[in-house]
């Protein structure tokens, strides 16, 4: 099968054995995957990443000698079911998932792993149990977004918000415009949203944030109704 393979610092397209499901686990296609942010940082920066996954606990640093895969953002479709399955979902399904693959010693990550392929390659594992059907409609791109959208909403929860904050977003790519709908679905309001890009600035503002700044200008911005005094 076919990979884009982080190999001597550079990414290269070349061929890689398929893989083949073990227990708990299913085979499936690529259909979309993302290209995080931490991936580029990786592919310039891999050797911090590194360093960083020796100081934490559970984390089996990458071997930049060998080849590695990235890709954690994916939408697949599932092509086989491997033993101790239990077809739950039938090949031909599309799925998200968690970027892990669940084994005897604990969950491990796929993606900055040199043993877990990730969705930059045409075939990948997952473990059966945290698979995710993709709702009937949805557009496998849009899918791919599950990962990054989790996250946002994930800071949400952890912020604990009771109702009487100014919510700051500095940044509004993919994650800070998923904190932006987290926000906008929990009633948290008035949202500031700053990036300094207009295109993203556009974005926040159609997500739902009341004010959007541009951090590179300097703005007098008047109170409105409503606005915290």
């Not at 984390?59 to 000698?65: G, V």
């Not at 599309?94 to 796929?110: K, Q």
């Not at 045409?122 to 496998?140: C, I, K, Y």
């Amino acid at each position: 099968m076919r990979a884009a393979i982080f190999r001597n610092g550079e990414i290269v397209v070349d061929q890689l054995p398929e893989p083949a499901p073990g227990a708990g686990q299913v085979l499936v296609k690529a259909l979309a995957c993302g290209i995080c942010g931490s991936d580029l940082h990786a592919r310039k920066h891999a050797h911090r990443m590194v360093e960083m996954s020796k100081r934490l606990p559970g984390r089996k640093p990458m071997d930049l000698t060998r080849d590695i895969v990235f890709g954690h953002e994916f939408c697949c479709e599932i092509l086989d079911c491997g033993p101790s399955t239990t077809g739950r979902l039938k090949p031909g399904t599309r799925v998200c998932s968690m970027p892990a693959l669940l084994t005897p010693t604990g969950p491990v990550g796929i993606g900055y792993s040199n043993d877990n392929i990730g969705g930059y390659a045409e075939r990948m594992l997952l473990s059966e149990a945290l698979l995710l059907e993709v709702p009937n409609g949805l557009a496998s791109e849009h899918a791919a977004l599950t990962e990054p959208l989790a996250v946002g909403i994930r800071a949400v929860e952890k912020a604990n918000a009771r109702g009487d904050e100014v919510p700051l977003v500095i940044g509004c790519g993919p994650v800070g415009l998923a904190v932006i709908a987290a926000l906008k679905l929990r009633g948290l309001a008035p949202i500031i949203a700053a990036d300094y890009s207009p295109a993203r600035r556009a974005l926040a503002e159609k997500l739902g944030a009341e004010i959007v700044v541009d951090p590179a200008r300097r703005i007098l911005m008047r109170r409105g109704p409503g606005m915290p005094r």
